[in-house]
């Protein structure tokens, strides 16, 4: 059972933030959809990178990092 079954997930249609909340409990957190609006912003205003807290949740593919990645690239 993941986390994700447990709460509602709501997803912010400017910003593309993702966060879950039953009641009375919010978790947010990255998913490829958030991480790739994040890496277009990077991209239009020319920053010069992105800096990762931590990835020790990412999935098994890597799609997380993934996503960061292909996001940057031209």
Known sequence: MTIESQFQKYRDSITQALWLYNGSHF????????IKFKMDYVRNQKLAGVMAWNLG?????????????????P
Request: hydrophobic share 35%; charged share 20%.
């Open 27 to 34: 978790w947010t957190y990255d998913d490829a959809t958030s």
């Open 57 to 73: 949740q990412d999935l098994p593919d890597g799609g997380l990092l993934n996503a960061v990645v292909s996001g940057l690239k």
